[in-house]
């Protein structure tokens, strides 16, 4: 069941609790049109598909498109600056992007890793998760490693395509 800004109308998946472009808590939408529920305390931000308007491209804003059998999904998970990825539990609290609720995600941790934007440049870094982080399937992350646009970043089993938006070159 997805979820609806209140004010823009943008429309988000369910694991994800603020609206990316206006900040406000988001809504439960129910399949009937006009029923709504508040949300659950979950944590995540982005837009549900790539389809929804992208309000600006500015440096320090990133996208990752998970991976089904190989094939990237139409779900995207839309974010800036430095944020953790995992699942929530109670006992580690909540994380900035919740992945527990995407199906056969089970081998994300609940602190996983993080990635940060500084200086022009993306990095990924795993946080002491026991299944690893890894780019391109083959290169494990073991301490703060830049990550470009287009790899393929896996947490566990779990991929995902990372898609970051390119600085404007000052004219």
């Not at 939408?29 to 929804?52: I, W, Y």
């Not at 089970?106 to 690893?132: C, F, K, M, N």
Request: glycine share 10%.
């Amino acid at each position: 069941m997805p979820k609806q800004c209140p004010r823009c109308q943008s429309l988000y998946p369910n694991f994800v609790d603020f609206c990316v472009s206006d900040g406000l808590r988001l809504r439960w939408v129910a399949e009937v049109v006009g029923v709504e529920r508040d949300p659950l305390p979950l944590a995540g931000l982005g837009p549900e598909s790539s389809t929804t308007p992208r309000s600006d491209s500015r440096p320090g804003r990133a996208r990752l498109f998970p991976k089904v059998r190989g094939e990237t999904t139409d779900e995207v998970i839309e974010f800036f600056g430095t944020v953790v990825l995992g699942r929530f539990e109670p006992s580690s609290g909540p994380v900035d992007i919740d992945l527990g609720d995407l199906p056969g995600h089970a081998t994300i941790a609940p602190r996983h890793a993080r990635l940060t934007y500084a200086d022009g440049q993306w990095t990924v870094e795993d946080l002491g998760s026991d299944t690893g982080v890894f780019l391109d399937d083959n290169t494990r992350v073991t301490q703060a490693t830049p990550i470009e646009n287009g790899q393929e970043l896996s947490l566990g089993n779990a991929r995902f395509l990372f898609e970051a938006d390119q600085p404007k070159e000052s004219t």
